[in-house]
């Protein structure tokens, strides 16, 4: 009876260990919910606008927004609207806000919103409230590389258009002249894709503005704090133009560089240069498809000669293409059909070699500034904004074995968020919709998968 007695005592001790242990986890679960408390200089925040959710991977998702006053960037997020936790992003008090939310679970719906004093941010067509992270192929990731486009190293005015050497627009201009758009946007992606890790970048064409020898030479000066290997391609601002030689080839030395082992550049007697590679059983392959006079979008016979050969001895492996101007275009997109490639006999003939190599899984363009992708005869062609303005960033590009998980990130330094503020509401004419609506993309062209 003694024993009962005290096992008893024993059980009654240990449910009470058990009571006090459930409120104090209760009682910090519940400390989690609590607001944030808002701070007497954040007071003067009246509204939020220009939110967007721009990134979203496998366990993460990266908000950005503006606030009329100064604040901290704080998110509240969980997988009920019931439940959400408080997170502050930047200590720091801004008005261009950027919020990176980690450690999440893929393939799983989270709600969120954002606060920026005593005001909370509402859900738009840009920024839903509610995200679903994305499932990765398979579990077996296998490497990533960093690809970025139109850079326009010189550049003094953004956006202006001209036809005929007449201006169709003012275009953007940013205020300090020492600290130019095009100086601290490219120094950011490269600062932060050293950060998010790669390894290697694909630096997809439209290095400089006005194909400039000084202006590739600003840029390799800024490629050099690249902490991995980076492998250069040619965009129609990277032309030979009128110069006496080719500045492109001449100041990245292509005809002896080699970036990764066992890559080595073609230089066709058109002038055309190209590389592939392979990398962890994956091979890539880099196009030249400017006209080297006027940089109009054109591929040599010499250079699709070389382009069916290299895929024909390569059919076993999952290759993935690499060229400035884009492929394909819908018939209602007029940017489209203005932008993609203009010699319609080498267009045809480098579509017809990519339908006959099923081993091609993606095509990444630039040129046209914007998140876009269609597809072709099941292989997804995909259009990446620039870095250099809005919405201004580069892209990470995860291997699996089974697929290829693709992010756009913004650059999030301070002149960077505040430059694609600028960019965002930007008209490039008069009554058409701002670049947001043509550039930012759709959530699945900034961030999406593709499966093999």
């Given at each position: 009876m003694k024993h009962i007695i005290l096992r008893m005592k024993h059980l009654k001790l240990l449910w009470l260990i058990l009571l006090?242990?459930?409120?104090?986890?209760?009682?910090?679960?519940?400390?989690?919910?609590?607001?944030?408390?808002?701070?007497?200089?954040?007071q003067n925040v009246t509204k939020i606008i220009n939110e967007e959710l721009v990134t979203v991977t496998d366990n993460s998702f990266i908000v950005?927004?503006?606030?009329?006053?100064?604040?901290?960037s704080i998110i509240y997020y969980g997988e009920t609207t019931e439940k959400m936790k408080g997170y502050v992003c930047e200590d720091k008090l801004v008005k261009f806000h950027y919020c990176e939310?980690?450690?999440?679970?893929?393939?799983?719906?989270?709600?969120?919103?954002?606060?920026?004093?005593?005001?909370?941010?509402?859900?738009?067509?840009?920024s839903p409230g509610v995200v679903t992270t994305l499932s990765p192929p398979s579990n077996e990731f296998i490497f990533s590389f960093a690809s970025m486009n139109d850079l326009h190293f010189g550049e003094e005015i953004a956006g202006l258009i001209t036809v005929g050497g007449r201006k169709l627009n003012e275009g953007m201009k940013w205020p300090d002249p020492q600290n130019p758009h095009w100086s601290f946007m490219n120094r950011a992606a490269i600062q932060e894709i050293n950060e998010r890790g790669a390894d290697f970048v694909i630096i997809n064409g439209d290095i400089t503005?006005?194909?400039?020898?000084?202006?590739?030479?600003?840029?390799?000066?800024y490629f050099s704090i690249f902490k991995m290997p980076y492998i250069p391609l040619r965009g129609n601002h990277d032309r030979v133009g009128d110069n006496p030689e080719d500045y492109f080839v001449k100041v990245f030395d292509l005809k002896n560089f080699s970036p990764i082992s066992g890559a080595k550049y073609n230089i066709d007697e058109y002038g055309q240069v190209y590389i592939s590679f392979v990398y962890k059983g994956f091979l890539f392959i880099g196009l030249d498809s400017s006209d080297l006079k006027t940089g109009w979008g054109k591929l040599s016979d010499q250079q699709l000669d070389w382009l069916e050969k290299t895929l024909e001895d390569n059919r076993d492996k999952v290759t993935i293409i690499f060229i400035h101007h884009p492929v394909v275009s819908q018939p209602d997109d007029l940017l489209g059909q203005l932008s993609v490639l203009n010699d319609t006999s080498s267009r045809n003939r480098l579509l017809d070699i990519i339908s006959k190599n099923e081993q091609v899984k993606a095509v990444y363009s630039g040129?046209?500034?914007?998140?876009?992708?269609?597809?072709?005869?099941?292989?997804r062609f995909s259009e990446m904004a620039s870095?250099?303005?809005?919405?201004?960033g580069y892209a990470i590009h995860r291997v699996y074995k089974n697929g290829i998980m693709t992010n756009f990130y913004k650059t999030r330094c301070d002149e960077c968020r505040q430059w694609s503020t600028m960019g965002k509401n930007y008209e490039f004419f008069p009554n058409l919709p701002a670049a947001q609506y043509i550039m930012f993309g759709n959530f699945d062209e900034r961030n999406f998968v593709v499966k093999w």
């Open positions: 006090f242990s459930s409120l104090v986890v209760g009682c910090s679960s519940e400390k989690e919910a609590e607001e944030i408390k808002i701070l007497p200089e954040e950005t927004w503006e606030s009329d006053s100064e604040s901290r939310v980690k450690d999440l679970e893929s393939g799983k719906t989270y709600y969120y919103y954002t606060m920026s004093g005593k005001v909370k941010g509402e859900p738009n067509e840009f503005s006005e194909y400039k020898e000084d202006e590739f030479q600003k840029a390799k000066e040129h046209t500034h914007r998140n876009k992708s269609n597809y072709y005869k099941g292989v870095v250099k303005d809005y919405p201004g």
